[in-house]
Every structure is written in structure tokens, then in C-alpha cells.
């Protein structure tokens, strides 16, 4: 049974395995833009810097956390406003100074998070959020968004089979995403089987499920956290509720959005 000591540990290879990637690039590298609209690789890093630093807090310091939540929700519904609350003091730095923010702010969630058992709660900006919950979502926020910075500076990283976490987060998630969207969910049972960085098998859902999504599953976590669409991926999916859910899958909170299209 996965522990929270083991997902505590997968983010923390997560974050290094990106941090080797691309602490090498050139200044004017951070620059470049990214699949994100008005995002920068710059901009994808500050991201994760600065809810890092909210998780660290959120798990220290519930009341502080509070006020964070207010900051967010009164600029939510303007993309600039989100941006400049959230990013604003990273896009004053340098590339070289937003790296170590962004080492010193991963620091502070991994020093917090030690504190956390697996029946934990932490507060969040919407309900509250099992610890080892809450751990998988910020490690799947890293390889994600990490996949834009690694297309964007046409860098890749190995998989790994810390995409167990991803994959089981896509997986259980198809029900929020019919639910975020206000659809109904077919009511048709899909089964999920996919080959791991490994060569392991790992299996979701009912075996004699009618329909099934079957293939890599780095492939599989890209699609559910919208960085690929299905079919510019190896997936084969079987069924139209199955080819529904891969079309609008989206294993992370926050409004509906659309992931891109074929290409």
C-alpha cells in the first residue's frame, strides 16, 4: 500500500528530475513561451514556486493559508490579475534567482510535509484534501508542467514509474470530470490497462468492463493532464464513452478547460 512517505518521496524526485533538466539552460532560454497561454518557461516555474510555497503554508500554518485563499479568489476571474497575483514577484528575477525561489520554496512544502500522516487533511483552496491527496496533486502539477517547460526548450526526461501516482489520479478523476463540466457521466463502466515505464502492467477499473483504454502510460498521463491529445498518442481506446472521457479528461481541480488539439 502506497504510504505517504512514499508519495512525499516521488514528488521530491519529481521536483530534482526537473531541476536537473533545466538547470543548464540559457538566460534567454526562460523566455521562450510555452503551451500555457502567456506563459513563458519562466512562468511555468514560478508557477510551481509559488503553490509550493502556499502547500508548505497550508500544512504549517492553516490561518495564514486563509488569507492566500482571499488573494486568489478575488482575482480568479481575470487572467492577468491571477498572473501578476500569483507570479508577479517571480517575474521580477532573474532566471538564476527564480531556479533557487524555486529550490528554497520546494524545500519549505518538503520540510512541512514531513509532518503529515497518511489520514491527514490540509486545507486547500477548495475542500480540504488528503494528505497523500494532496502530496500526488502537487507532484502531478510538477511532471505536468514540467512536460510544457521540457516541449517548450525541446528537452526530454525519461519516464518513470512515478507515474503510478498520475495515472491512478487520472483514472479515479473521470467522474470530476464529467461532474466540473455539469455532464452527465455515460453510464458505461471503462477499464484502464497500461504498460509502465517499467514494463509493469497496471491495471484500473473492472476487468470485464464493456469499454477500455489500453496503451503506454506516459501516453495516459499526458492525456488526462491535457498535455497531448489522444490521438497524437499510442492509446487505444475502445468505445465511445471510453474516446469521450479521453477527449475531455482533466485529472486536476480548477475550472473546465481543453486540452490541445490534433495535430
Not at 512514499?6 to 519529481?14: F, M, P, Q, S, T
Not at 502567456?38 to 500554518?61: E, K, M, P, V
Not at 480540504?128 to 525541446?154: I, N, P, Y
Request: proline share 4%; glycine share 6%.
Amino acid at each position: 500500500m502506497t504510504t505517504i512517505t512514499d508519495v512525499r518521496a516521488d514528488l521530491l524526485a519529481e521536483q530534482n528530475a526537473l531541476d536537473d533538466a533545466i538547470s543548464d539552460l540559457r538566460a534567454e532560454q526562460w523566455a521562450t513561451p510555452t503551451a500555457s497561454p502567456r506563459w513563458s518557461i519562466a512562468d511555468q516555474i514560478a508557477h510551481l514556486a509559488y503553490f509550493d510555497n502556499t502547500a508548505s503554508i497550508a500544512i504549517s500554518d492553516p490561518e495564514a493559508f486563509a488569507g492566500y485563499v482571499e488573494v486568489l479568489a478575488a482575482s480568479a476571474a481575470d487572467d492577468l490579475q491571477l498572473d501578476e497575483a500569483t507570479l508577479g514577484t517571480y517575474r521580477s528575477m532573474s532566471p538564476a534567482e527564480l531556479l533557487d525561489a524555486w529550490r528554497a520554496d520546494r524545500q519549505s512544502l518538503a520540510d512541512a510535509s514531513v509532518t503529515l500522516a497518511d489520514d491527514d487533511r490540509v486545507i486547500w483552496y477548495g475542500p480540504s484534501m488528503g494528505a497523500k491527496s494532496f502530496l500526488t496533486a502537487r507532484l502531478m502539477e510538477c511532471w505536468a508542467h514540467g512536460q510544457d517547460v521540457l516541449d517548450a526548450a525541446g528537452l526530454a526526461v525519461p519516464a518513470t514509474d512515478r507515474l503510478a501516482h498520475i495515472a491512478r489520479l487520472g483514472f479515479i478523476t473521470r467522474g470530476w470530470t464529467y461532474l466540473n463540466r455539469k455532464l452527465d457521466m455515460p453510464d458505461v463502466d471503462v477499464s484502464v490497462e497500461l504498460t509502465a515505464p517499467s514494463g509493469a502492467t497496471w491495471n484500473y477499473g473492472s476487468a470485464d468492463a464493456a469499454e477500455s483504454v489500453r496503451g503506454d502510460a506516459e501516453d495516459f498521463c499526458m492525456v488526462v493532464t491535457q498535455r497531448r491529445h489522444v490521438d497524437d498518442t499510442n492509446l487505444v481506446v475502445t468505445g465511445d464513452a471510453a474516446r469521450h472521457w479521453m477527449l475531455i479528461a482533466q485529472a486536476f481541480a480548477g475550472a473546465p478547460t481543453n486540452g490541445p488539439s490534433a495535430t
